[in-house]
């Protein structure tokens, strides 16, 4: 049984309370995760990857003397991998470079 199906059929043997206290949980995870996926101004491009994604992004250095990142553009762009460590609750990042990371098709183009 898929865990969704396993949820939704807990639905019905909660009381509204309960309901109620589920309803607030499932909108805070879906705000999080939607935060989560919606790219940075930083982000040129992004596409699917096994298991996240990748993103093409600039990069400020912070270094106090760079005249670059100040007035823009910043560094790179360079590719990342995103992925999500679930058994941590956190996201991993890769870097990979400036060189375009080969896969089918882009998940998010126009961004
Ligand atoms: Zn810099």
């Known amino acids: 049984m ?4 396993q949820v939704l059929s807990l639905i019905d043997t ?12 499932l909108h ?9 996926q919606r790219p940075p101004a930083n982000v040129l491009e992004q596409l699917s990857a096994p ?7 600039l990069v400020k250095c912070g270094k106090p003397t760079c005249h670059r990142c100040p007035n823009g553009p910043a560094h790179g762009p360079y590719w990342y991998r995103y992925t999500y460590d679930a ?5 991993r990042k ?6 375009r990371p080969s896969q089918e098709a882009p998940s998010n183009s126009g961004v």
Request: net charge positive; proline share 2%; glycine share 6%.
């Open 2 to 5: 898929k865990t969704v199906d």
């Open 14 to 25: 909660l009381t509204l309370p309960e309901a109620k206290q589920v309803d607030e949980a």
């Open 28 to 36: 805070r995870y879906i705000h999080q995760v939607e935060q989560w």
């Open 51 to 57: 298991g996240g994604y990748y993103r093409l992004e």
């Open 87 to 91: 058994s941590r609750k956190r996201q």
């Open 94 to 99: 890769t870097y990979i470079g400036k060189q």
